[in-house]
């Protein structure tokens, strides 16, 4: 990792729900303008570990600075203020409403006519195709309503909302999914387009061939615990789904299925807990 700043620091984050430990002592750091590729099995404590930056949810432990800067996050609104945006899985878009309303809700434009307030529709719109255009987002129509354009398009304006409240971090939790494959590059554009800006991304997702796209680095967790960071450049999908399942992963095809009862070799048996890879800076950056 280059040296200076950094644009996020997380350190000791711990989050318990009842007997799980959902987050163990994870360490973060993010640069500005570098995407982070946040990965892991399903509850490895990546969706927990963004929402703790963005505010979503409160950690029993641990310090947040921005930018060198303590911070601590009781709501979402209270990041947003510290330029922290997160978007999520299911957008949090208003499907009845139209791209223009959904970029700007909740800090409509307004106009006063005889003192009274209306929303200004003509400046909203004029804005919100100034915004699309100047992160290269493209829609038929800005007036339609968010129900009818494509998942690709919805997923853009959900960034482009998220983009244009300013921030200096912005996550993205499986930002393609379920699109079609040029509708997943559109994305990931897009996300090169908000790192060139110097804003600083997490990416998490499934679909490891993007993060080798898009992303600078890589974090991996596992059972609440970060334990390895790879620089792009320096792994490949192998390793990455290695570290992620635990162990050294090996395909099989349904016609190489094991045999009935027939019992699984050490090599490919699950380590326990304290079998986990700990030679990487991840799990513990100073």
Known sequence: MDGGVPRVRM?????????????????????????????????AGKSTLSKVLSGAVVPDAGTIEIDGRAVAFASPAEARAQHVEMVYQDLSLCDTVDVAGNLFLGREPRRRVLGIPFLDKPRMRADAAAMLTSLGISVPDITVQVENLSGGQRQSIAIGRAASFDPKVLIMDEPT?????????????????????????????????????????????????????????????????????????????????????????????????SDRPSDSPGASPP
Do not use: W
């Not at 796209?213 to 792009?232: H, K, P, T």
């Open 11 to 43: 350190r000791g984050i711990s989050k318990r729900y009842g007997t799980i430990q959902t987050l163990d002592d994870v360490s973060l750091d993010l640069m500005p303008g570098e995407v982070l590729g946040l990965v892991g099995d399903n509850g």
């Open 177 to 273: 999914a379920a699109l079609a494959v040029a509708e997943v590059e559109a994305v990931l554009e897009l996300i090169r387009t908000v790192s060139a800006r110097g804003v600083s991304v997490i990416l998490i997702t499934h679909r490891l061939q993007d993060l080798f796209l898009v992303c600078d680095r890589l974090q991996v967790m596992y059972e609440g615990r970060a334990i390895a960071q790879r620089s792009i450049v320096d792994t490949d999908i192998e390793e990455v789904v290695d570290l992620i399942v635990g162990r050294k992963f090996t395909a099989r095809s349904a016609g190489h299925a094991r045999p009935a009862g027939h019992a699984r070799s050490a090599e490919t048996a699950r380590p326990a807990r």
